[in-house]
Antibody, heavy 121, light 111 residues
Framework: QVQLQESGPGLVKTSGTLSLTCAVSGGSIISTTWWSWIRQPPGKGLEWIGEVYQSGTTNYNPSLRGRVIISLDKSKNQFSLKVNSVTAADTAVYFC??????????????WGQGTLVTVSS | QSVLTQPPSVSAAPGQKVTISCSGRVSNIGNNYVSWYQQLPGTAPKLLIYDNDKRSSGIPDRFSGTKSGTSATLGISGLQAGDEADYYCGTWDDSLTSFWVFGGGTKLTVL
């Protein structure tokens, strides 16, 4: 059974870069699936950030306007998130998740526990 | 503001049934399959329903999903105290800039 675990600094300075890693265990990151990052500001709903495929192909939420990079490290069986030029609005719990087609369409069937990142000067 | 619209809150007594609506557009719910997620306090979301109406592994048949046009609905029958959580709908939006979208979440209170 695949498990996901986020890691990274819990505090990032305003205008700096937020960097998180998601370790994949119980399965290979080289599979016919997309790996996503999703965030949740305190007391608010879910926001999809972006995704990466085994080939390195990525898709991003247009609202993040080019500030995001998601990449894959096959040798470490993990994928990563970088968000540049962060502000207080980027303070959130960040989740990594697996997108899988169980039968017909993609769905987020496995989630990490989430990690809180606070942006502050 | 979320792309998909959900009521902020719903409530019902134990044993009763409740429904949670999720409204969108042709570019998202209208053209694509909907999933539903349950988020218990302080935890990560958990997949309940996928492909509009299929229960994820281990999810009891008290949970059901339907879709019609540009709206989807999650039903929970035989309410239990442990069902108290936030519920989110989600789907793909294939407008000009395609991306995954979620509803704003609905807080279920079991009275």
């Amino acid at each position: 059974q695949v498990q996901l675990q986020e890691s990274g600094p819990g505090l990032v300075k305003t205008s700096g870069t937020l960097s998180l890693t998601c370790a994949v265990s119980g399965g290979s990151i080289i599979s016919t699936t997309w790996w996503s990052w999703i965030r949740q500001p305190p007391g608010k709903g879910l926001e999809w950030i972006g995704e990466v495929y085994q080939s390195g192909t990525t898709n991003y939420n247009p609202s993040l306007r080019g500030r995001v990079i998601i990449s894959l490290d096959k040798s470490k069986n993990q994928f990563s998130l970088k968000v540049n030029s962060v502000t207080a609005a980027d303070t959130a719990v960040y989740f990594c998740a697996r997108l899988r087609e169980i039968e017909v369409a993609g769905t987020f069937d496995t989630w990490g526990q989430g990690t809180l990142v606070t942006v502050s000067s | 503001q979320s792309v998909l619209t959900q009521p902020p809150s719903v409530s019902a007594a134990p044993g009763q049934k409740v429904t949670i609506s999720c409204s969108g557009r042709v570019s998202n719910i209208g053209n694509n399959y909907v999933s539903w997620y349950q988020q218990l306090p302080g935890t990560a979301p958990k997949l309940l329903i996928y492909d509009n109406d299929k229960r994820s592994s281990g999810i009891p048949d008290r949970f059901s999903g339907t879709k019609s046009g540009t709206s989807a609905t999650l039903g929970i029958s035989g309410l239990q105290a442990g069902d108290e959580a936030d519920y989110y709908c989600g789907t793909w939006d294939d407008s000009l800039t395609s991306f995954w979208v979620f509803g704003g979440g609905t807080k279920l209170t079991v009275l």
